[in-house]
């Protein structure tokens, strides 16, 4: 008899666990009720509340929250319910619909907001859904309107908008986009979609071809949480979340538009809930050439949410995101003079099963099987360039010139030649992910909650499996409505580097609760510790030292003789902490952080003559031939985030921040590390090629960057302006000349140019279903490199219609 595998095992237990939760007791009361709690941004009951019972936005009953601010409807018939709060001292608001069936309790809180800034609910910082006054972690989220009003394509170009964020798209639309939070690399943040993980195996995403299709919004976790998240959340944690459908009747939009540099875009959505179902579907295709000879770009991206509220208590809901992306690869144009011929294509799907039960009042459970299937290629049909004396293919003659006045003319290698290279050359990667996770939230008390859970990961890729376990347990308490406190450790156990665990705690503190008495509204202090950790991409695990001694002669024996182990994870010690300040009212905020993390144990090559240096045994590095990865690397940054949002009134709304950082990179053993490079024309300067030297700055890392934000909507007319400010950075050319020499490279040390980019949408309703739209991406067309080598787009426009049939406004209204 076959033994199930482990995976098959959990999936049945969660299979299970969904029909016991589907059943219904007979004995079920014949109708529906509704019932909740008023409660304030701290968690303090509101009595006296005025609650409003809305069905399809219509008011059809009434009643007054009692002294412990609950209130109750009953006798509903099945159906879709929401609630609106009129409560003194506090703006009115309106809760998201919730199911009621025709037999048992649905149960629905709702928070009111003191001033007219919007309260936020996160979840990446603990598990669970609260609202981010009583949380300690800087956590920035980028909601729909947000995401809406800037019309953008895809979700990195928001994300240029977060505190300690830089986004680096190596050329035009459809290029390698980077994230770099906190001085942290671009594979050190952790990506979830619904929940699903989805980076490649050992951290890394490419952001370019993640489109704003189908995101409700974008919730960013500025600092490790590997306690909840487990592997790859060195710097950071962002998850992505797909739009719910919500009205009654189904709403049906399309939109198309088109622009200069033959620029097309349609996207077309359905969504609704009928009963106890809701619904999301959305496909969005995205053309354009960029202005450059073979730089097209095709991006087809679904997104869809299903769900079904199978009892009172019980939900299960299907997720499914599927992109497939093309583009033209023309290289650093700005250093060749011409485009490669080269072309890549990426086609990525994530598929989700989360089923949740409010088991009692104060336990709720939750268990989701997610399935991650990633491919990527890139294909090079032919030399480019000039065929030199050497049998390679060189670029045009160019001048090169960085932000830090170093000059530089000559040809750069482009493409190998024949003798050593075969054509047509294709790059093939996938990976696929197939991962369980459980978890159980128990709420002891109002001021005290504790949550566990366990996650279990199959993984493929490059002829590499795994199968990675990780424990959760975090708990979280408040005292007297001023102290929040949450503390947990993550237990991993994963396939390569075996054991580690990952503690974190984050506090919050009012110094003055918030009140709308005075122009200070609120004083909140905020303290974060956590660590992180990440696992070796499936390249540097089959390239490690134990892996190449392992396929070597007599390398097994030098394994058991000096006790070499697997490359180990790369780890991070990151803490903060701060002070939010609010005003008038609540109507503005002020948001100062100070930050430190140490990211070490990371993962580099090392050359064989360079392994002794670190205590590998002569005749251990030896055998291992060229070299190999081990985890020998470490950087530090420090700095501070400085962040302002105010709701002015009459519809225009600002928000702005500025992020100061210092990184070094503090221990390496690379051959630049080792070796530097030399320009003959800079004879004194070295130069790391493609790596920064010890004590300087990691690549593509500003000290200076921030972001502005105005938006303006009033009655049918919409206008949004947003600034990204970004200083200079070092960087590297990369570039080998004709003869092989070092005569192409710059010094490192502010190489790549500071920018400023302003983009402007705007849009006006001419009815319920039609809006006409403009998006400007460069406003005032600056020419740019965000990686020193890769022109960036110009002013760039689109102008378009949008069509909406159904939902709140009906067909024909």
């Given at each position: 008899m076959k033994t199930p595998k482990p995976w098959q095992c959990i999936f049945r237990l969660i299979l299970l666990f969904v029909l016991i939760s589907f059943s219904r007791p007979a004995s079920a009361a014949p109708q529906g009720i509704l019932r909740g709690r008023v409660i304030d941004p701290l968690g303090a009951v509101v009595p006296g509340a005025k609650v409003a019972l809305l069905e399809n936005s219509k008011e059809i009953a009434h009643t007054q929250a009692g002294p412990e601010g609950a209130f109750e409807f009953a006798g509903l018939n099945a159906g879709?319910?929401?609630v609106r709060v009129q409560a003194s001292g506090f703006e009115n608001e309106e809760s998201a619909p919730a199911f009621v069936p025709g037999e048992g309790t649905a149960q629905l809180d709702v928070i009111v907001r003191l001033g007219s800034l919007r309260q936020q609910m996160v979840v990446s910082s603990t598990?669970?859904?609260?609202?981010?006054?009583?949380?300690?972690?800087?956590?920035?989220?980028?909601?729909?309107?947000?995401?809406?009003?800037a019309n953008h394509q895809d979700v990195s170009d928001e994300l240029r908008t977060v505190p300690g964020a830089q986004v680096v798209r190596g050329g035009r639309m459809g290029s390698v986009t980077s994230l770099f939070i906190r001085g942290g690399e671009s594979n050190f943040n952790k990506v979830l979609i619904d929940g699903i993980p989805a980076n490649d195996i050992g951290g890394y995403m490419n952001l370019g071809t993640v489109a704003a299709a189908g995101v409700d919004e974008a919730e960013i976790l500025r600092g490790p949480n590997s306690a909840l998240y487990g592997s790859d959340g060195l710097a950071s944690v962002i998850n992505l979340t797909t739009r719910r459908g919500t009205t009654g009747t189904p709403e049906i939009t399309y939109a198309a538009d088109g622009g200069n540099f033959s620029t097309m875009r349609h996207d077309g959505s359905i969504g609704g809930a009928y009963h106890a179902f809701d619904y999301f579907s959305e496909f969005a295709r995205f053309d354009t050439r960029n202005g450059i000879p073979n730089n097209s770009f095709h991006n087809g991206t679904y997104a869809g949410n299903l769900g079904w509220a199978a009892n009172a208590t019980t939900e299960l809901r299907l997720t499914v995101r599927h992109s497939a992306a093309k583009s033209g690869d023309p290289n650093a144009t700005a250093f060749y003079g011409i485009p490669d011929d080269s072309w890549e294509q990426a086609r990525d799907t994530y598929v989700g099963v989360t089923a949740q039960n409010q088991t009692t009042p104060r336990w709720h459970n939750l268990a989701r099987f997610a399935y991650a299937d990633q491919h990527y290629s890139l294909t090079n049909p032919s030399p480019t360039g000039t065929l030199d004396l050497f049998g390679d293919y060189v670029g045009n003659t160019v001048t090169i010139c960085g932000a830090n006045g170093y000059c530089t003319t000559g040809s750069a290698i482009l493409d190998c030649g024949l003798a050593y290279c075969a054509y047509p050359s294709t790059y093939q990667t996938s990976a696929m992910r197939r991962s369980i996770y459980a978890q159980s939230d128990y709420q002891a008390r109002p001021d005290l909650g504790v949550t566990g859970g366990f996650r279990y990961?199959?993984?493929?890729?490059?002829g590499e499996t795994r199968d990675n376990f990780s424990g959760i347990l975090e708990g979280r308490g408040s005292l007297k409505r001023?102290?929040?406190?949450?503390?947990?450790?993550?237990l991993d156990q994963n396939a390569v580097f075996g054991f580690a665990a990952t503690p974190r705690v984050s506090l919050a503190y009012y110094l003055r609760r918030p009140s709308t008495d005075g122009f200070f509204s609120d004083t909140k202090l905020k303290f974060n510790f956590a660590t992180g950790i990440k696992e070796p991409n499936t390249y540097q695990q089959a390239s490690s030292l134990y892996q190449v001694l392992l396929q070597s002669p007599g390398g097994p024996a030098l394994i058991s003789q000096y006790g070499i182990s697997p490359v180990g994870a790369e780890r991070s010690r990151s803490f903060d902490f701060g002070a939010e300040q609010g005003f008038w009212n609540n109507r503005a905020r002020l948001g100062v952080t100070l930050f430190h993390a140490r990211y070490y144990d990371l993962i580099e090559y090392v050359g064989h003559d360079a392994l002794p240096l670190l205590g590998v045994p002569p005749s251990v590095a030896l055998a291992a031939g060229w070299?190999?990865?081990?985890?020998?690397?470490s950087h530090r940054a420090f700095g501070a985030e400085l962040e302002v949002k105010a709701n002015i009134g009459h519809g225009l709304f600002v928000r702005g921040n500025y992020t100061y950082l210092d990184a070094v990179v503090t221990r390496s053993f690379t051959s630049d590390a080792l070796g530097p490079s030399y320009n003959p024309a800079f004879p004194t300067i070295p130069i790391g090629v493609y790596s920064p030297l010890v004590g300087a700055r990691p690549f593509n890392r500003a000290p200076h960057s921030g972001s502005l934000v105005v938006d303006y909507a009033r009655r049918k007319f919409g206008v949004a302006l947003s600034g990204s400010f970004v200083g200079r950075r070092d960087g590297s050319t990369y570039l080998t000349d004709a003869f092989y020499w070092t005569t192409m490279l710059l010094p490192n040390r502010n190489l790549q140019a500071g920018y400023q980019v302003v983009d402007l949408s705007g849009r006006y309703i001419v009815n319920a279903h039609v809006t006409t739209y403009v998006s400007v991406s460069n406003l005032f067309s600056q020419h740019y490199q965000a990686e020193i080598g890769y022109p960036s787009l110009p002013l760039a426009f689109r102008a378009g219609m949008k069509f909406t049939f159904g939902g709140e406004s009906g067909w024909w209204k």
């Open positions: 879709r319910y929401s598990g669970t859904a609260m609202p981010e006054s009583q949380v300690g972690a800087s956590v920035s989220v980028v909601d729909q309107r947000q995401l809406d009003d990961e199959h993984e493929n890729g490059s001023r102290l929040y406190v949450t503390a947990g450790v993550g070299g190999a990865y081990i985890n020998s690397d």
